[in-house]
């Protein structure tokens, strides 16, 4: 069982920056793959990004690329999203995820990943 905590949700300003973290209670943390998925009143939750457990391989939703960035700390067993550029579209509960590194991770799927954060709160305001 691993434990997923998110932490650095907020409400800011359109154009803004937020960064986000999610620490692992694991001992072999680099063994998951890790992602960050959001979901909006009203709708599915949606993949945001993933990284491979070595952090070798970064993958991003297209209408967040080149504006988020994931990251892992393998030794600080942490996970973090940064978030620039911020948009009210990006309005969400952003969750954390992990998926053991073994047997195949369709890295934008929810149901590819075995354990969930409780969710950071994200309010973009125009």
């Known amino acids: 069982q691993v434990r997923l905590v998110e932490s650095g949700g907020g409400s800011v300003q359109a154009g803004a920056s937020l960064a986000l973290s999610c620490v692992a209670s694991?001992?072999?943390?680099?063994?998951?793959?890790m992602g960050w998925f959001r979901r909006a009143p009203g709708t599915d939750r949606e993949f945001v990004a993933a990284v491979f457990g070595n952090g070798g391989f970064t993958f991003y939703a297209d209408v967040v690329k080149g504006r988020f960035t994931i990251s892992r700390d393998n030794v600080k067993n942490t996970v973090y999203l940064q978030m620039n550029s911020l948009k009210p579209e990006d309005t969400a509960v952003y969750y954390c995820a992990a998926r053991v590194t073994s047997g195949s991770w369709r890295y934008q799927d929810a149901g590819s990943y075995n354990y969930w954060g409780q969710g950071t709160q994200v309010t973009v305001s125009s």
């Open positions: 694991s001992r072999t943390f680099s063994s998951y793959n």
